[in-house]
């Protein structure tokens, strides 16, 4: 099963404006780029055209394991507003 | 001059188990709490495998096994050994009344709504962004729209606790710290449910599941029975996901098609996919619990015994804790770090940092052996058996001299003597 069907199962709210803010300049520099693997929403992916990260920060399980593991420390993770993001009712 | 007008006794930060039973305790003695929770409803943001102890929750909520919404009395524990397509399980069943495999999102709503009832002010969908300090005390939370004040801030605010970073009671977490975890409800009718897992009436079972796809990763697996779903999980250690480039969903993709799991849920239809982070830092990297007008409780404090599966007791139990020496703070009207580090001392006069101590030198010696431990020994006990239930003309003895020899040659010979040692080292640390 992959992981758009899983998410579908979640009820989300999303917000306008994304609560998670890397500095794309310091991800350019980034080896492990593991935010692209490591998260379980797969909010990360890398944009080899644009060289930039795309961060669908609507699927976003708020769980803080990307802000841990950013290799470069440079995003910027913040809870969203108190009425977005994803609600859990089997938690 | 700061406005004053949102000052209350206490605010407790976090609607989770540690939270809610700090703030009912404080209103039950009739002291002013605000709970502020930054999901729609309390246990909206929640995830865990998971159980409830009855126990320590009764120490909060007496009448819970009457009043809560429970989903099954767990009778028996199976540890499950997994090897690459094979297995080992161990078994243990009593009708104890010892847990109950709980869905967060109805019973910590439920708790909640405890507290109101006893005169907690309930804040849901707020998210406190910072606290407010003033002469070097935590004198109140800044929310996206507001300002509350109070004499005491209590801090449950789970795993990331940013509020304890925010003011330095904490570093900033380490990838070998935490576990991500994913799991998945999946949707069984009642019936299906009892037979596959040996089960009459709402009694329920837990799954403890080693290796299989999370050979050689800190990792484990759990399983537990719901009324009507399953819930099947694991949480890897943060450092081993992004060293070893794995995607923790596909993980748990190849542990559901295990030959041992994927009997137990086929044929489920999935309710929910949810994910979240374990505190796995043990006593080492438990945080500074206090300073002046504020406390840190449950998740957010990195109490979790990961060995036994226990974390929503230590947060009951430590909310609560800080809930009682905030009362004696408030009846002397004094905030300083000093009368608030007896929240500390009673901690560590009870079994919740007693139980943290105990195995201090756990995940250190997890880190440094865990190929040995939840890889080579995973498959040498299936090996065992295999060996064991085999019958094929070969005379047993030779057999048995084979599994010995092995135990020496599979490996250079010093690992061996590293993991006795590292074994001996790890027993002697729990025991003294």
Known sequence: MNIDKKLYTLKYSPDTESHLKPD????????????????????YEWNEETQELIVNYENCLECGACRIACERKCLEWQYPKGTKGVTFKQG | MLKRENKTDVIVVGAGPGGISCAITLARAGKEVVLIERGLFA?????????????????????????????????????MI????????????????????????????????????????LVEETVVRELIKENNKVIGVKTELEEYYS?????????????????GLRKEIETRDVALSVKEVLKFDKETINQRFNLKDNEGAIGEIFGGPMLG?????????????????????????????YRPFEILEQLKQHPKIAPLIEGGVLKEYSAHLIPEGGYKKVPTLCDNGVMVVGDAAMLVNNLHWEGTNLAMISGKIAAEVAIEALHSGDYSKKMLSNYEKRLKNSFVLKDMKTYRNLMDIAHQRQMAFLSYYLQKINAFFEMFTSVNGVPKRENYWKFIKSI?????????????????????????
């Open chain 2, 151 to 167: 004499d005491i801030v209590v801090l449950a605010d789970g795993v990331n606790s940013l509020l304890a970073k925010q003011i």
């Open chain 2, 43 to 79: 246990g909206s943001k929640n995830v865990f495998g998971g159980a409830i102890y009855t126990q320590p929750t009764k120490e909060i909520f007496p009448n819970f096994e009457q009043e809560a919404p429970l989903e099954r009395k767990n009778i028996e524990h199976n540890y």
């Open chain 2, 408 to 432: 020496f040659t599979d490996r250079k010979i010093s690992e061996l003597f590293k993991d006795i040692w590292a074994l001996l080292r790890l027993i002697w640390s729990i025991l003294v």
């Open chain 2, 82 to 121: 997994l090897g690459k397509s094979d297995s080992t399980t161990i078994s243990y069943r009593k009708n104890d009344n010892a847990s109950y495999s709980v869905i967060r999102g109805k019973f910590d709503r439920w708790a909640a709504e405890e507290a109101r009832k006893a005169g907690v002010i």
């Open chain 1, 24 to 43: 794309m300049e310091q991800c350019k520099l980034c080896i492990s780029r593991c935010c692209t693997y490591i998260c379980p929403a797969e909010v």
């Open chain 2, 217 to 245: 990763s800190l990792g484990l697996g759990f399983m537990y029975t719901n009324t009507d779903s399953v819930t099947i999980g694991l949480g890897i250690t943060l450092n081993d996901l992004v060293e070893k480039n």
